[in-house]
T-cell receptor, first 113, second 114 residues
Framework: ETGVTQSPTHLIKTRGQQVTLRCSSQSGHNTVSWYQQALGQGPQFIFQYYREEENGRGNFPPRFSGLQFPNYSSELNVNALELDDSALYLC????????????FGPGTRLLVL | AQSVTQLGSHVSVSEGALVLLRCNYSSSVPPYLFWYVQYPNQGLQLLLKYTTGATLVKGINGFEAEFKKSETSFHLTKPSAHMSDAAEYFCAVSVERGNEKLTFGTGTRLTIIP
């Protein structure tokens, strides 16, 4: 059974640029959630995708957007990068109805200069 | 809205001693509760979870936690600490049905003293 994978592992961008992060969900899982973890903080919920539709969103601006594909993989896009977007971005997959049980990937560390 | 409070951002215990990491939650509906562990430069690994049923739940690596509704707590314990337990631990709650997002605490860094 393949776990959750994310790419790239590290990324450096400059302020104002755009970035796309990718996630492959665990086999059999149909729901993907994205979290932002700033240094020294707990993860913060960005949004969740189920059956290719956004299924809930946290307190993040519209420049954070996402996609889910028919194979349940997902992308997180961030436009107009700001310095405060520097963080570890975590993808988690789950099976709908699993009462919140989510399995996390290793994350993508984004540095915005 | 739900929230999680982890008391103690840093906890140090001696190898072989009891580990106790505290978590209290706030929720207006029955919660689902989780503990995750994060090793340096890695993602989160699920240690254990409470959804329904038995309030004492056992997880991986010898950890366990007890759901106490009257105290709104879900403290994590391990009888005997091992050096490999050194990591960051996060308590999380999920309450929304349909969109089961996780709300995390700020984390507790566990240090093991040889």
């Amino acid at each position: 059974e393949t776990g959750v994978t994310q790419s790239p592992t590290h990324l450096i961008k400059t302020r104002g640029q755009q970035v796309t992060l990718r996630c492959s969900s665990q086999s059999g899982h149909n729901t993907v959630s994205w979290y932002q973890q700033a240094l020294g903080q707990g993860p913060q919920f960005i949004f969740q995708y189920y059956r290719e539709e956004e299924n809930g969103r946290g307190n993040f601006p519209p420049r954070f957007s996402g996609l889910q594909f028919p194979n349940y993989s997902s992308e997180l896009n961030v436009n107009a990068l700001e310095l405060d977007d520097s963080a570890l971005y975590l993808c988690a997959s789950s099976l709908a109805g699993s009462r919140g049980t989510q399995y996390f990937g290793p994350g993508t560390r984004l540095l915005v200069l | 809205a739900q929230s999680v409070t982890q008391l103690g951002s840093h906890v140090s215990v001696s190898e072989g001693a009891l580990v106790l990491l505290r978590c209290n939650y706030s929720s207006s509906v029955p919660p689902y509760l989780f503990w995750y562990v994060q090793y340096p430069n890695q993602g989160l690994q699920l240690l254990l979870k409470y959804t329904t049923g038995a309030t004492l739940v056992k997880g991986i690596n010898g950890f366990e936690a007890e759901f106490k509704k009257s105290e709104t707590s879900f403290h994590l314990t391990k009888p005997s600490a091992h050096m490999s337990d050194a990591a960051e631990y996060f308590c999380a709650v999920s309450v929304e049905r349909g969109n089961e997002k996780l709300t995390f605490g700020t984390g507790t860094r566990l240090t093991i003293i040889p």
